[in-house]
């Protein structure tokens, strides 16, 4: 069983932080000024002989390296962060560790594709990375600090010749010689499904058998796009529990055995469905009384959960297990060695590793899972109903925007060259952009619909499968189903299809 933990790089200074939160911001800035908000609350947590260190200084990582080594730790998956047009930032202690070869630390990327904002600002899935240090009174900006974009191909290939130096280190994860890639928000990526095939080619190019791509907080509309799907923890638990008895003002508190047993309890047996433990849970120290506490961690009660949760993943006929977190000291999530618990919590991995066969006939058997697959089917069923939605909203937001800003689509269109086009699926959105695009310059000669017989429409309808005429692009508004579309539609010639939330998207 390998075990590979999250690594968050903040732990040194760069000039945007200095910019954003004060002189000299660091995690360790939230992390010391963090308070006790109720009685027995644990924080502040203080590194074990106060070692706030800095990630830049090579002695770290060596030490870093060497409890990996003493307590089982198979590799770090440090986050990554990349930006529109490439913004970088925090890529120095990967960058460093890429040139000190002599330092023994198995490691991949999580690519943290959220964009950064401001509490106030009005992007859509942004993180707020320290709230409780923003300055409130200065909201004259816009609030965003770091947006993200996808692009096209030429941004694709950008960030895949970043990340090539990193994939060939020897160190570097691989399955079946492909590079693993951990993408934190997989279902935010709108054009992950031709990335994807695009990375793969490259990767190819440089002698890898493609990207092992994992999409962690993912759901149905973006498995095919993905080797693997990953449930991080204990995010993806706690938004499933709704007892919310212990709620004090805006401070949400949850018990760490509850949180522990309800992701014990339900999860898929899909074999391409990866697990992730978690340490503990507690980001008051950089959301303050708006924060989120899992209370009553301790590294005894972790070490049972872990063992229980490699059983579960040996009974997946999986051998790799994420854990939350190396050192999210600023959540209270962190496997580092404290002052109050020292050692315990890495203690847990070499024990879990040889004690977890004591429950894996629990797991085997699993039947209380196997009573409980309808209703998996029917959360997984939900869950691809609200990813639908969800991805319609933000469609709909964004076209407001550009609405609001007095910016059609028809500028994408003339931009491109292209004078003519079909849209695939006359449902709610096609029906917006027929509405939008008519009596302008750019000629829709048809629409495609499934249910072609059912729709009225001023223009001509053709069931997907009819002989069409050319067209310079097919616009295609069904989002969920688009890779499969366009697979269809590149194996009958046309060649420009094009997903109407990337139109959107790059005009925003």
Not at 17 to 23: F, K, P, S, V
Not at 475 to 501: A, S, W
Request: hydrophobic share 35%; proline share 3%; net charge negative.
């Amino acid at each position: 069983m390998k075990v590979i933990t999250m690594y968050l790089p903040q732990f040194h200074r760069v000039k945007e932080n200095d910019e954003w939160w004060g002189e000299g911001f660091t995690d360790w800035i939230a992390t010391r000024q963090a308070e006790k908000l109720f009685p027995d609350h644990y924080q502040p947590h203080v590194p074990l002989n106060k070692n706030y260190y800095d990630l830049l200084n090579k002695k770290t990582m060596e030490w870093q390296a060497d409890l990996m080594k003493q307590y089982e730790i198979d590799g770090q998956c440090f986050y990554h962060y990349w930006f529109k047009d490439g913004r970088r930032i925090l890529e120095k202690p990967a960058e460093n560790l890429l040139q000190w070869s002599d330092i023994d630390m198995p490691f991949c990327f999580c690519w943290a594709n959220d964009s950064w904002g401001r509490s106030w600002s009005n992007l859509n899935s942004k993180i707020v990375w320290a709230s409780a240090f923003e300055q409130k009174g200065d909201m004259t900006d816009s609030g965003i600090l770091l947006e993200q974009k996808y692009g096209g191909e030429e941004q694709w290939k950008a960030h895949f010749d970043y990340l090539v130096p990193f994939f060939k280190d020897n160190r570097y994860i691989k399955i079946d010689n492909r590079p693993l890639f951990v993408i934190h928000q997989a279902a935010q990526v709108s054009c992950l499904g031709p990335m994807r095939e695009r990375w793969n080619a490259w990767a190819i190019d440089e002698g890898f058998e493609g990207v092992y791509i994992i999409g962690a907080n993912s759901k149905g509309l973006v498995e095919k796009s993905l080797d693997a799907i990953l449930y991080h923890e204990p995010q993806y638990t706690t938004n499933t529990i709704r007892n919310n008895d212990k709620k004090h003002k805006d401070l949400l508190r949850l018990e760490y055995d509850d949180v522990w047993n309800t992701l014990l309890k339900y999860r898929s047996n899909k074999k391409n469905v990866l697990y992730e433990a978690f340490v503990g849970f507690d980001d008051t120290p950089r959301r303050g009384k708006i924060g989120k506490v899992i209370e009553h961690a301790t590294p005894e009660k972790f070490k049972k959960y872990l063992s229980e949760l490699i059983a579960k993943t040996t009974a997946n006929e999986n051998d790799l297990i994420f854990i939350n977190a190396w050192n999210e000291w600023g959540e209270g999530m962190h496997l580092e060695p404290d002052e109050r618990f020292q050692y315990g919590y890495l203690e847990a991995i070499p024990y879990a590793k040889r004690h977890y066969k004591e429950y894996l006939v629990k797991y085997e058997k699993d039947s209380e899972l196997r009573a409980d697959e309808e209703l998996l089917k029917e959360i997984e069923m939900w869950s691809d109903r609200s990813a639908r939605y969800e991805s319609y909203w933000r469609i709909f937001d964004a076209w407001l925007r550009l609405k609001e800003e007095q910016c059609s689509l028809e500028q994408y269109f003339i931009r491109h060259n292209i004078n003519s086009i079909a849209i695939y699926g006359l449902g709610m959105m096609g029906r917006h952009l027929l509405k939008e695009l008519e009596n302008g310059k750019v000629q829709i000669k048809y629409a495609l619909d499934s249910k072609a017989d059912h729709i009225c429409a001023d223009i001509k309808v053709y069931f997907p499968e009819e002989a069409l005429e050319e067209v310079d692009a097919i616009v295609v508004t069904v989002t969920y189903d688009y890779f499969d579309i366009k697979r269809r539609l590149q194996e009958r010639g046309f060649k420009n299809i094009i997903l109407l939330q990337e139109i959107i998207e790059e005009l925003v």
